[in-house]
């Protein structure tokens, strides 16, 4: 079993900054391909960043060349680092852990871009 807490969003203007964290429980972290999802309102939830256990990552293409993810394996921690935000990446952010049999999630946060 692991425990997905998200943290970092908010409310922030059009071409701003968030960092979003998503800390894992448990001592397996390494193998979990970490992903970050979204969910606007009326919406289905979406891929927006995915990192392998080994590093390999990959982005929708409307957040490519704007949003990092990376993962320290030490800290049990994932990382989406979001910048130049528009309007329409406002939604609820949610964190997954996967491997090929299971697959977890966080509670999601709120990012709202909007000036």
């Known amino acids: 079993q692991v425990q997905l807490v998200e943290s970092g969003g908010g409310l922030v203007q059009p071409g701003g900054s968030l960092r979003l964290s998503c800390a894992a429980s448990?001592?397996?972290?390494?193998?979990?391909?970490m992903g970050w999802y979204r969910q606007a309102p009326g919406k289905q939830r979406t891929l927006v960043a995915a990192?392998?256990?080994?590093?390999?990552?990959n982005y929708v293409d409307s957040v490519k060349g704007r949003f990092t993810i990376s993962r320290d394996n030490a800290k049990n921690t994932v990382y989406l680092q979001m910048n130049s935000l528009k309007p329409e990446d406002t939604a609820v952010y949610y964190c997954?852990?996967?491997?090929?049999?299971?697959?977890?999630w966080g509670q999601g946060t709120q990012v709202t871009v909007s000036s």
């Open positions: 990192i392998t256990s080994h590093g390999s990552t």
């Open positions: 448990g001592n397996r972290f390494s193998i979990y391909t």
């Open positions: 997954n852990a996967a491997t090929l049999l299971y697959e977890y």
